[in-house]
């Protein structure tokens, strides 16, 4: 199969017939990781559905994720940082987000989503080309020397329009944030609504010199 044209209910079939239980899909429950999560519950309905709580979530969003456990019986596991965020502010001070937002992302995101990935051979993400420029030469599958697993992004090729059409054409939940123009939804203290003719991205780390958490980048090479 050439998964890099397949529509993505194929890639996903593919992917769990080929990895089975070793198969996690990893999702922030943006409108990206709904349409595949949707997807799924036909598809691999026993799936590992995976999401990172790194205790500085909207409200809306920890309600979103309840909401779906409870409409369609899922099992959502919540993955966390070694450290709450109280710890970590006696550890490297208070609001660490707002001095060191790379170190932030790093301890509460990227570190404890790849201690949890290495127990999977493959797994996958909601992010499409489309999103940022840092996304454009997203592979819909590929190796992922950061997790050493496969990385698949089933919906890669899909538009913000496409996404929201299969989500209002099975009328599915999703955060309300996104009817106050919070276009991509991370942390509450790095994420503000995006303002008429910003970027979609723009409302993520507002001010900073960053526009990636570090999942999606490669792993940085020793000198």
């Excluded at 044209?5 to 943006?30: E, H, K, M, N």
């Excluded at 519950?41 to 205790?55: K, N, Q, R, Y």
Aim: aromatic share 8%.
């Amino acid at each position: 199969m050439q998964l890099e044209q397949a529509a993505p209910q194929d890639i996903l079939r593919w992917a769990a017939d080929t990895y089975g239980d070793g198969l996690a899909l990893v999702t922030s429950f943006q409108p990206t990781g709904l349409v595949m999560l949707h997807m799924l519950l036909d598809i691999a309905p026993e799936i590992s559905v995976l999401t990172l709580d790194t205790g500085l979530l909207f409200p809306e969003t920890y309600a979103l994720v309840e909401q779906w456990e409870r409409q369609f019986n899922l099992t959502v596991t919540r993955v966390r940082a070694a450290q709450t965020v109280a710890q970590q502010a006696e550890t490297y001070g208070d609001a660490l987000w707002q001095r060191n937002p790379d170190q932030c992302c790093h301890l509460r995101k990227t570190v404890p989503l790849g201690d949890t990935l290495r127990g999977y051979a493959a797994w996958i993400t909601g992010i499409r080309r489309d999103q940022a420029e840092t996304r454009r030469g997203s592979a819909v599958v590929s190796w992922d020397s950061k997790y050493d697993n496969v990385k698949l992004a089933p919906l890669a090729t899909w538009t913000e329009e496409m996404v929201w059409t299969y989500i209002r054409a099975y009328d599915l939940p999703y955060n309300p944030l996104h009817d106050q123009n919070y276009l991509s939804i991370g942390c509450q203290p790095c994420t503000r609504a995006v303002r008429p003719g910003e970027d979609a991205r723009a409302g993520r780390w507002s001010g900073q010199a960053k526009i990636e958490c570090g999942i999606h980048l490669p792993l940085e090479k020793k000198a």
